[in-house]
């Protein structure tokens, strides 16, 4: 659900009731979304954490093709996601006046299980928490200048640049909503090359324990900060 400015708990310095906080907390997450994907990818059969629209796509080949493995397999990560999403609707609904912190930290404790679990076994779905954990993030996107930041949605980023240059153009519209939507894909991009490079030079548990230790960063401003 969007965090719009004068929305939050009165009398706290809520990081999300100013735009730059806004900014700041979306692009994280957003950059993360896509540092996970390429983290994952080449762990779970070429399959993405956060892009559902890739794995929908995976899926239904797998369907056509009748490969019942990799339907299982592409169905068990849309299915946490989507349960993902749910957990995170229920936890914002539960602490409306501290959304962010509270999803946060419910993150930080997905990717810790998924941590333990990789760690533990060096099995590839142990990274399946991380799927959970993409779909609540989705949660705590953003409103800022009219435009709706922070999701994993990149095909959806990319057209809504397209539709707030149109809206731009036409005066029904804010330059400030492309900037943020071209930044939102963009950090999307940039995260998941971040991504792929620390995968190449620490290995798959240091690179899932740096996305952790991001994520519990995050969720400890936020704290701090009682958003």
């Known amino acids: 659900m969007p965090i719009e400015p004068g929305r939050d708990e009165p009398g706290r310095p809520a990081l999300a009731t100013t735009r730059a906080g806004s900014v700041l907390f979306a692009t994280a997450i957003t950059g993360l979304a896509g540092y996970v994907d390429a983290v994952g990818y080449a762990h779970i059969g070429n399959l993405y954490l956060s892009f559902m629209s890739g794995n929908s796509t995976r899926l239904g080949l797998a369907l056509g093709n009748l490969d019942g493995k990799a339907v299982l397999w ?127 030079a620490i290995g798959l548990p240091f690179a899932l324990a740096a996305a952790t230790i991001g994520v519990a960063a995050l969720a400890a401003v936020a704290m701090l900060l009682g958003t």
């Open 74 to 200: 592409v169905g068990a990560i849309i299915a946490l996601f989507v349960l993902g999403a749910a957990l995170g609707t229920y936890v914002c609904d539960a602490a409306p006046t501290r959304r962010i912190s509270a999803i946060l930290a419910t993150e930080t404790l997905l990717f810790v299980l998924a941590l333990l679990l990789l760690t533990g076994t060096g099995w590839a779905p142990a990274l399946l928490p991380v799927a959970a954990a993409m779909g609540l993030q989705n949660a705590i996107h953003q409103s800022v200048h009219g435009a709706d930041i922070g999701k994993s949605f990149v095909t959806g980023a990319l057209f809504s640049l397209g539709q707030s240059i149109a809206n731009a153009l036409r005066g029904k519209g804010t330059a400030g909503a492309c900037a943020f939507y071209a930044l939102s894909w963009g950090t999307f991009v940039l995260g998941a090359a971040t991504g792929a490079v620390t995968l190449a």
